[in-house]
């Protein structure tokens, strides 16, 4: 129960040690590499299923005859069932495993991906939308679960920053891809091609991922993994009880870690839904143009995320308590993210990407909630305590586009949107710096 051993499920640490001994002269596999790479791939596609809608939306926009407030409501419908169905996935996740449940939600949110491309009006576009935010649902509490089952304390950060890094650079790369491809074959083609992929991946999925204790993994990897407080054995399922949701949420670090990843989901969700078109109506970018200066911000924030998993674990591996490993990185993040607002006095378009650029960085850094998540949450309960975190981040995502949607469409510019993403950067680094508390494994009583 205490913090130094760290038990992740409700397994004791004793009894998975005894299951993993080994001698000293057997070298480690590096199987957990093979996982962590089949959630990057995951989040990566999660990603781009997603957003694929933020690409598409100047020309879907026109082709549809949908107006900025009413492109805000569809923004912002992938994530109010997305956030409703958070805590049902987490608790589907612990009764139910890993590896079943995240071929179920890629397989899913896959064909909603592909049937947006059939769309003719906004009726259709809105239930999708709705659909897509059910089966995306139990992804990241699956990826916490993963890591937190999977990575030693001190390789987490940046286990948790290499599949972050999926959600930005996805788009990075495939911006002008995209750009290119809806000049040529249309909107509806990036829809097509992006759900093929995810049901491709979701048989890959089914095909390798396992559990530690029924992988490839030796012995000398499976006690590494137990020595830095991972699990090596096998997970015991548990049941939901709503009363221990309850109790969870009366511990201020829930509050802590919710409040500032929704501040910091705010930076992402600009990113994701209404930067092309800030570019190209505020901006007055041509597609090629447009297409390439939308790579920098999310290459820069690709690298924020691995340089803040980077800096966090080599903090804790240095002796630094894991309240300054853990959050610092977080609050400079959320700091630096506020000076997205400084764009709005700027005329120079490249000084403008840059400005973004660096915020997006910013927000890079402050993605580490996740590793919070692992170190934080009771026994038995990651995939709960991960729903109810992602529940409060992801409110972002109904909030943010609505919130831009009117103000662009009340204004006619994005002045006060861009003032708005930083203000909430900067309650959210409060919230880690006044709210968390200590970074220490919840016990409910």
Not at 14 to 26: C, D, H, K, L, P
Not at 162 to 179: D, Q, R
Not at 283 to 294: I, P, V, Y
């Amino acid at each position: 129960m205490g913090g130094e051993s760290d038990p992740v499920l409700n397994t004791s640490q004793t009894a998975a040690s005894a299951a993993v001994s080994v001698s000293a002269q057997e070298r480690p596999t590096r199987v957990r590499f093979v996982m962590l790479a089949l959630i990057a791939t995951g989040t990566l596609i999660n990603y781009l299923d997603r957003t694929i809608l933020g690409i598409a939306a100047p020309a879907l926009t026109h082709d549809l005859g949908i107006n900025p407030a009413m492109m805000g409501l569809v923004f912002s419908a992938f994530s109010w069932t997305y956030a409703a169905a958070q805590i049902p996935g987490g608790a589907f996740l612990d009764r139910f495993g890993t590896r079943l449940t995240y071929c179920l939600s890629v397989g899913f949110w896959s064909f909603f991906t592909l049937c947006q491309s059939l769309v003719g009006g906004i009726g259709m576009l809105l239930g999708f939308r709705f659909l897509l935010g059910i089966a995306e649902s139990p992804c990241f509490p699956a990826n916490s679960r993963v890591v937190a089952t999977w990575f030693p304390r001190q390789e987490r950060a940046f286990a948790t920053g290499v599949y972050t890094v999926g959600e930005y650079i996805g788009l990075a790369f495939l911006s002008p891809l995209l750009f290119a491809m809806m000049a040529v074959l249309g909107w509806r083609s990036l829809f097509v091609g992006a759900g093929a992929i995810g049901l491709v991946f979701a048989a890959i999925w089914w095909w390798k991922y396992r559990e530690p204790a029924d992988s490839r993994a030796n012995a000398a990897e499976l006690a590494e993994i137990v020595a830095g407080g991972g699990l090596a054995a096998k997970p015991q399922r548990q049941p939901f009880d709503w009363r221990n949701a309850g109790r969870l949420l009366r511990k201020r670090q829930m509050w802590g870690i919710c409040l500032g990843q929704f501040a910091g989901n705010s930076t992402l969700v600009f990113f994701l839904t209404w930067f092309p078109t800030y570019l190209a109506t505020e901006r007055h970018m041509d597609w090629l143009k447009l297409g390439f200066f939308a790579v920098m911000p999310f290459l820069a924030a690709s690298v924020g995320v691995l340089f803040g998993g980077w800096w966090s674990d080599r903090m804790l591996r240095q002796g630094k308590s894991p309240n300054i490993a853990r959050k610092l990185p977080i609050i400079l993040g959320l700091l630096l993210a506020a000076t997205i607002v400084s764009a709005n006095f700027v005329d120079d378009n490249r000084i403008v990407i840059a400005i973004l650029s660096l915020a997006f960085f910013a927000q890079g850094m402050a993605a580490l909630g996740w590793t919070l998540v692992s170190d934080i949450a009771p026994e038995g309960m990651l995939g709960v305590t991960g729903g109810i975190f992602n529940l409060a981040a992801n409110l972002a995502g109904i909030v943010t586009p609505l919130v831009i949607g009117a103000i662009v469409a009340a204004t006619g510019s994005f002045f006060y949107a861009l003032a708005f993403i930083g203000v909430i950067a900067l309650l959210g680094a409060l919230s880690y710096i006044f709210v968390l508390g200590d970074v220490k494994r919840i016990v409910l009583e």
